[in-house]
Structure formats: structure tokens, C-alpha cells
């Protein structure tokens, strides 16, 4: 470990994503070019759920290659956690190891996830009652850091190692959290994101039964549609995220990639309530700001900001107004949307897919329009971008991630110098 007070940069060498949108990253973000929907009607309302539309995964990635011991362990969020993290391993270090390039002690772990093994629990229950037995790995199907576990012992990643488990802002938390960890020389190298996966009947209804979830019943256009009149909640979808961070200058040395940069993070608690938005925007506004002093930035040096954006009554508004407190009159001029309006809400492995997505419109220099926005509520007055995806030229992006519990999460990132 570094011991002085040297500051270090951290640079994005590689990502992976399993989303609705597709099975990699590329297929995610061309699908949003191409401006497909990821959630699809799902009818449950035998089950006493009334959302009917889900973004759901139909074929898992393939763990080819992973070994059994650590395979069969994993319940279906580490999965998709696990195949985003071989695309963003791949990425950064081809067929190449860490270790070949850093002192494993210096690379480290940090994903996260909400609720874990929530649907393998439930199974279990009902096989155990039923039997009297279960799986011998529902033990590690419910630990909400075997993703980190299968992460470490896949790469020897020996160094630090965390588990984030907040909610909505979860990716954004493991990512904010591995930036720091290298900047502060604790690391060399990080993986760094989230997983989620919640399809059961009773997981579902969990969420619905809060009036969450979209009481949309037949169109997908006003399923979601964040900042819209005609919002009604989030659409409840799967997936894993996944970034591979780097300190800039043994990045630079080992020739890897550099696709981009984050150079500001901050987290802050409204301490309010369990799915309400404090109404007073303090932490929001707070988390916003300190981002971007972390990076050393005013308001009018964004050039685009991807939104929590959920479709949800509340926190559209409490965004809106949170934006406007924060960035002053710039917030009028900086372009925003709501990429959830593609994808749905992945929960927590959200705030990792949108900055994936924040990366692809840098790289790009295309802006996702907000889908699904064609009548905006007067008190989401920002840049929405409902007219169609916009080309220009982002520099520095914000990426926005609220979650349930009063978490308030936000990262800068910018496009390599």
C-alpha cells in the first residue's frame, strides 16, 4: 500500500452489462439508439400484482469456464453480476490476468446488490417446509456479498473487498467507492458494480404492494415515461453492471484502454424515510454538489447528466427541484435524460449500467433522448430531451442514483484527456 498524501487519478479500463436491452453492453446501448423498449407485459394479476409490465432476462450469460465450486453457488443475481464482470475483465485485460500487472493485494472487490437472493430464499422455504431438506448452497445464495466472494476467488483480486447494499444507489455506491479506494492509494485496480434480480411473485408483490411499480396496464409507451404527466411508477427490471477501474498511470503503463475517467463522487442521506424523497432536497442537493467539487467542476462544465429518473410521482419532481437547487440557472442549460425509460429500473445494479451508458454517449457523442416523453409535467421543466437522441459533444457527464432508504449517490465522469 501507497502510505503519502498523493491523490491518485482512476480511469475506467473496461465494463460489462446484462440488462432486458441485451446480453453485453454494445447490445444495450444499441438498443436504446435504436429506441427499444427492454420490459414487456407480464400478467399477474392472478398473483395479486398489478404492474404488468417487467424487464426480464430470457437467457442467462454463460458462466463457461467459471468453476462448479464457485458457480454453483451463485444465485441468478450473481450470475448476470458475474457474466457483466467477464465482459468488463475482458475488456480491460483481454486474455490477460491482474496479477500479471499488479500486486494482487492491490486489486480488489466491491459489488453490491438490494436484496440479494431474495427469489432462491423464497424457494427454499417452500422446498424445506415441503421436505425437509433444501439446497446445501442456499446458505451462500442469500449472502449478499457472493458476488464479491466469486469475483475475488475467480481473479484473485486479494486486496479490498466491500459490499455495498443500498438499495436503488447501489451501483453507484460500489463504483463511488472503488474510485476512492485507488484515489487514496488503497488500490491499484477495481471491480466495482451490482447485480439484481427479483422476479418471484412474492418479490414482486413486495415492491407493488408500496405503489412503487407502474399501474400502467396495456401501452409500454406510459409504462415509463420518467418526467411525464402521465407517470405512474417504475418499471421493476433485472440485470448486472459492471466497471473495471484503474489507477490512471499503471493503466497507462500496462497499455490498457482508457475509456474514461471519474474524477468526482460524493453520498449523502436524507434520513427521511424508506421510499419517500426528503422534501427539503438537502442531501440531493448536497450529493450533487459535492460531486462536483470533488472533481474540481462548476454546474456549466456538464455537458450532459443521466438522471435516477424512475417514472415515479415523487421522486421525478424532487429530482427536478433538487437539479435546479443544486446547478442554479445552468440546470436549465445542461441537457438531462432518463435512460430507466429503456431499460426499467434495474435497482441496484442501475446506477453501474448508467454509467456504462454515461461512457457510450461520451465515446459516441449522443445524448439518449428521455423515451416516452411527449406530455411533461410543468414542475420537470429541465432539458429533458424528449425530441430524439441528441449529438454533441460531452466532455463531463453526472450520473444520478437515489435510492429506497434515503441513499443519494452521484459520480462524475469525463472523457479521457
Not at 433522448?369 to 425530441?387: M, R, V
Request: glycine residues 10%; proline residues 5%; aromatic residues 8%.
Amino acid at each position: 500500500m501507497r502510505h503519502n498524501n498523493h491523490v491518485y487519478r482512476v480511469v475506467v479500463t473496461g465494463y460489462g452489462a446484462v440488462t432486458p436491452l441485451g446480453a453485453t453492453a454494445a447490445e444495450s446501448w444499441q438498443a436504446i439508439m435504436d429506441y427499444r423498449e427492454g420490459y414487456r407485459y407480464v400478467d399477474k394479476t392472478a398473483n395479486n400484482i398489478n404492474t404488468h409490465f417487467l424487464g426480464q432476462i430470457d437467457n442467462e450469460p454463460s458462466l463457461k469456464g467459471v468453476p462448479a465450486v464457485i458457480r454453483r453457488r451463485l444465485p441468478r443475481h450473481a450470475r448476470l453480476a458475474l457474466g457483466a464482470a467477464r465482459e468488463a475483465m475482458a475488456m480491460a485485460f483481454g486474455d490477460g490476468q491482474p496479477q500479471e500487472s499488479y500486486d494482487p493485494l492491490m486489486c480488489g472487490v466491491i459489488m453490491g446488490t438490494g436484496w440479494a437472493g431474495l427469489d432462491e430464499n423464497y424457494d427454499a422455504v417452500a422446498e424445506f417446509e415441503q421436505t425437509g431438506v433444501s439446497s446445501p448452497f442456499n446458505c451462500f445464495f442469500s449472502m449478499p456479498n457472493v458476488t464479491t466472494a466469486a469475483c475475488s476467488q475467480l481473479w484473485n483480486l486479494r486486496g479490498y473487498q466491500n459490499t455495498p447494499v443500498a438499495a436503488c444507489a447501489t451501483g453507484t455506491i460500489a463504483i463511488g467507492d472503488a474510485y476512492q479506494a485507488i484515489r487514496h492509494g488503497r488500490a491499484s485496480m477495481m471491480l466495482a458494480g451490482a447485480g439484481e434480480s427479483l422476479n418471484s411473485n412474492c418479490a414482486v408483490w413486495n415492491i407493488d404492494v408500496l405503489g412503487a411499480l407502474s399501474r400502467e396496464t396495456d401501452d409500454p409507451a406510459r409504462a415509463s415515461c420518467p418526467f411525464s404527466l402521465q407517470r405512474s411508477g417504475f418499471v421493476l427490471s433485472e440485470g448486472g453492471a459492471v466497471l473495471c477501474l484503474e489507477e490512471r498511470d499503471s493503466a497507462i503503463a500496462r497499455g490498457a484502454p482508457i475509456i474514461g475517467e471519474i474524477t468526482g463522487y460524493a453520498n449523502f442521506s436524507d434520513a427521511f424515510d424508506f421510499t419517500s424523497p426528503a422534501e427539503d432536497c438537502v442531501a440531493r442537493v448536497r450529493t450533487i454538489r459535492q460531486a462536483l467539487g470533488d472533481a474540481g467542476l462548476q454546474p456549466e462544465d456538464l455537458d450532459y447528466i443521466n438522471a435516477h429518473g424512475t417514472s415515479t410521482p415523487l421522486n421525478d419532481v424532487n429530482e427536478s427541484q433538487s437539479l435546479k437547487t443544486a446547478l442554479g440557472e445552468a440546470a436549465y442549460r445542461i441537457p438531462v435524460s432518463s435512460t430507466k425509460s429503456y431499460s426499467g429500473h434495474l435497482i441496484a445494479a442501475a446506477g453501474s449500467f448508467e454509467s456504462i451508458v454515461c461512457l457510450q454517449a461520451m465515446a459516441a457523442g449522443i445524448m439518449p433522448a428521455t423515451a416516452h416523453l411527449t406530455q411533461p409535467d410543468p414542475q420537470c421543466d429541465l432539458d429533458y430531451i424528449a425530441e430524439g437522441h441528441r449529438r454533441g459533444e460531452i466532455r463531463r457527464a453526472l450520473n444520478l442514483s437515489f435510492g429506497f432508504g434515503g441513499a443519494n449517490a452521484a459520480l462524475v465522469l469525463e472523457r479521457p484527456a
